[in-house]
């Protein structure tokens, strides 16, 4: 069975202060990991996705097989980093999405 | 392109009552997926459609819960009886297929209140 599991439900940091998200995945393959945010009144969006390596708005997220994670991080947060953000696995393209439980970010001014 | 359209918004309804959902993708998309999110849970998939097959209901209570993709379009979610835990957030989300199906796009979802 798949699962991912966000340990933190909130994640309160100043801004310009580094955050990091926790994401551990279990998975008996090699599946694809994203990250996808909601910020307020907005709809479920892709922020970044394993496959892509790429860097948005500021995040990167480093994908470790042996300790099964995915962790997000941002070296300097800014107040429009504050949202609920979801880390995501699936087997293959065009599979299902299995979330985890969401971390609310709170970036203090 | 336009978004992902869900109705209704918002739902409040009596257990044992009936309720229904209407979902229309992305224009081209061939794949919708109905999620249910439990307040303090991420999405959960309930049902995913490869235009208008069923690809994945097994985490579908088939007992009260039932969803249709007659044309390949769009789609409705019904709930029929609902009881106190179906209340959720539902999304619908669609995505194109082959390897660009990697990113699902969510619509704004509808809150149901079951009471």
């Known amino acids: 069975a798949q699962r991912v599991t966000q340990p933190e439900k909130l994640l309160s940091v100043f801004k310009g202060a580094p955050v990091e998200l926790k994401c551990n995945y279990s998975y008996s393959g090699s599946p694809e990991l994203f990250w996808y945010v909601q910020y307020s009144r907005q709809r479920l969006q892709l922020l970044l996705r394993?496959?892509s390596r790429e860097s948005i708005k500021g995040f990167t997220a480093d994908l470790n097989k042996g300790e099964t994670s995915f962790h997000l991080k941002k070296p300097f947060a800014q107040e429009e980093d504050s949202a609920m953000y979801y880390c995501?696995?699936?087997?293959?393209?065009?599979?299902?999405?299995?979330f985890g439980g969401g971390t609310r970010v709170l970036v203090k001014p | 392109e336009a978004g992902v359209a869900q109705s209704p918004r918002y739902k409040i309804i009596e257990k044992r009552q009936s309720v229904a959902f209407w979902c229309n993708p992305i224009?081209?998309?061939?794949?919708l997926y109905w999620y249910q999110q439990i307040l303090g849970q991420g999405p959960k998939l309930l049902i995913q459609f490869q235009n208008n097959g069923v690809v994945d209901d097994s985490q579908l209570p088939k007992d009260r819960f039932s969803a249709e993709r007659l044309k390949g379009v769009d789609s409705t979610l019904k709930i029929q009886p609902a009881k106190l835990e179906d209340s959720a957030v539902y999304l619908c989300?669609?995505?194109?297929?082959?390897?660009?199906?990697?990113?699902?796009?969510f619509g704004p979802g509808t809150r149901l209140t079951v009471t």
């Open positions: 989300a669609s995505s194109h297929t082959g390897r660009a199906s990697y990113e699902q796009y």
């Open positions: 995501a696995l699936t087997k293959a393209a065009g599979n299902k999405l299995t």
């Open positions: 224009s081209g998309h061939a794949t």
């Open positions: 394993h496959i």
